[in-house]
């Protein structure tokens, strides 16, 4: 009898040790509570236990739950941030525990965690803006994500028409609980390729592109099939776009009207690349080696909000071009709307008549285009001094419809207050204007134009070469202006544009 309570007892031993491993855990989460009564940490009212996943940080626990990392870390009193393994349960504060379902693995041990059923909606919430580059392929390789779980997410139905750059898709990244593809190409197999040959062209083992892509045992491959070349860390985003252009990164991620975008692009081959947009022929700067392609392009201020096709064609030295599109989404520019009444003697600040001819002869000047580009980085500010008048404020002037609009931005500085290039480039005008006053125009390159109007003295003259930071000017009140200021202006191919973003941007 003795023995066969001993056989009992060493069979049963492990779940005799969970059971007072279970017990310790309560007692310790009584005493924690009992401290946090007598003026200890307190503890959290409600809390959700919350099995950590694969490809999980605290960072986006925290997210999901609508908490903190610091207010995970401290219920959980964990000594590591960073150190969370998969399976571990971890206290969230602020949940409701009563609605959580019990944790399966509370009685099977941390080895039999592996073995619970996923939830409904396993991986990482987030939301993500597409890039002109985007497709649903690319983003399924990139966030581990089904193609169909993502057009379902998000009601689509069709994704050739219903993407476009701008969008903000929901994303449960990691969610097929595979390795991400973040970097590298996808490759539309041609007539006549092998996997063998492909996997030289992108220097890649064989191995690793049979099974980046699960091609089997046996791989086939076929003409026209879509396969993702995984690259190195420093390699190019993986996006979809056809060869021979392997980078596209667009600034901002929402364009707007009265504000400028950025599309920074890169080929595989010496290329050329033109394209259309809203209606007008784009302009492309590409480097020396004809590899490294920019466009800059204003949007008028007044431009309607919506969904507008960029067409790109990109012909290399030999074969035939490739046109590809992608629609882009440009949002409302949020502006202000002010209302401003003129006394009689002050109607000619508006007369056609008067700052038609002006305006035209500017516009002549900054309609220009020159090659040699003098932008590196972000641009400063002119004048150190309080913006007191934004860009792109809608105007009614003495009950007028609001279909005028403020061309630049207002410093209200001091007279005689120094006025400093923001970038370098070359001056293009130095001279007095009837409505403008002492104005000046810098020429920086690629169709970017910066005015400064109203001066007291004008410091530069036309054919000057000037740095960043160099003092062109002082502030004044000549002109038609109501008081001293520096109204400073900014122009990409002639289009007046918000010249603040180019202070937080880089467009280069």
């Known amino acids: 009898m003795l023995i066969r309570d001993r056989s009992l007892t060493g069979r049963w031993r492990p779940a005799a040790l969970c059971l007072i491993c279970v017990l310790l855990w309560l007692s310790s989460g009584a005493n924690r509570l009992a401290r946090a009564q007598d003026g200890g940490t307190p503890a ?15 960072f986006r626990i925290a997210q999901r739950y609508g908490t903190t990392v610091d207010d995970i870390v401290q219920a959980n009193g964990l000594h590591d941030a960073t150190q969370i393994q998969v399976g571990q349960r971890l206290l969230i504060p602020g949940g409701n525990i009563a609605a959580v379902a019990p944790d399966p693995a509370a009685s099977l041990g941390p080895d039999a965690v592996a073995a619970i059923p996923a939830p409904a909606q396993p991986g990482s919430p987030m939301i993500y803006t597409i890039q002109p580059g985007d497709s649903l392929y690319n983003l399924s390789w990139r966030y581990s ?18 993407l476009y750059a701008g969008l903000s898709l929901s994303l449960q990244e990691g969610a097929n609980n595979l390795p991400p593809i973040k970097t590298g190409y996808i490759h539309i197999t041609q007539p006549g390729e092998n996997l063998y040959r492909v996997a030289m062209r992108y220097h890649v083992t064989l191995d690793r592109l049979i099974k980046a892509n699960r091609l089997g045992r046996v791989p086939v491959i076929f003409p026209g099939q879509h396969l993702v070349i995984p690259g190195a860390e420093d390699a190019p985003q993986l996006i979809d776009v056809p060869e021979p252009l392997d980078q596209m990164t667009m600034l901002p991620s929402i364009p707007e009207q009265g504000r400028t975008l950025g599309l920074q692009m890169q080929t595989m081959i010496p290329a050329k690349i033109t394209g259309q947009f809203m209606g007008k022929p784009l302009i492309i700067a590409s480097d020396a080696t ?14 309607n909000p919506g969904i507008y096709p960029l067409t790109l ?26 209302s401003i009444s003129l006394a009689a003697d002050q109607l000619d600040l508006i007369d056609p008549k008067i700052t038609q001819p002006e305006l035209d002869k500017i516009m002549k000047i900054v309609g220009k285009y020159s090659p040699q580009q003098f932008l590196n980085g972000p641009m400063g500010l002119p004048c150190a001094a309080a913006v007191t008048s934004q860009f ?19 410093f209200a500085a001091l007279p005689g207050s120094a006025i400093y290039a923001p970038a370098g480039g070359v001056v293009v005008m130095a001279e007095a204007l009837n409505v403008r006053g002492n104005a000046t125009i810098i020429d920086h390159g690629h169709g970017i134009f910066t005015g400064y109007w109203h001066q007291t003295e004008i410091k530069v003259k036309v054919g000057d070469v000037i740095s960043q930071g160099q ?25 007046q544009v918000d010249p603040l973003q180019w202070t937080r941007q880089s467009f280069s």
């Not at 959700?48 to 694969?54: A, M, S």
């Not at 004809?290 to 431009?303: E, K, S, Y």
């Not at 629609?327 to 520019?333: A, K």
Request: proline share 4%.
């Open 392 to 410: 792109g404020t809608r105007r009614s002037y003495n009950s007028s419809p609001f279909d005028q609009f403020h061309t630049g931005t207002d």
């Open 44 to 58: 959290p009212s409600s809390a959700t236990i919350h099995v950590v996943q694969r490809g999980e940080n605290l």
């Open 145 to 162: 994500m089904d193609i169909n779980a993502i057009a379902r997410l998000n009601n689509i139905v069709n994704p050739s028409q219903a």
């Open 290 to 303: 004809r590899t490294r392609h920019t466009l800059v392009f204003g949007i008028d201020a007044f431009a």
């Open 471 to 495: 003092v062109i000017g002082t502030v004044g009140s000549t002109g038609r202006a109501t008081g001293p200021h520096l109204h400073w202006e900014l122009f990409v191919e002639g289009i």
């Open 313 to 338: 064609t990109i012909a290399g030295d030999t074969g035939q071009p490739i046109t590809f599109s992608r629609n882009i989404l440009v949002d409302d520019g949020h502006y202000d709307s002010e």
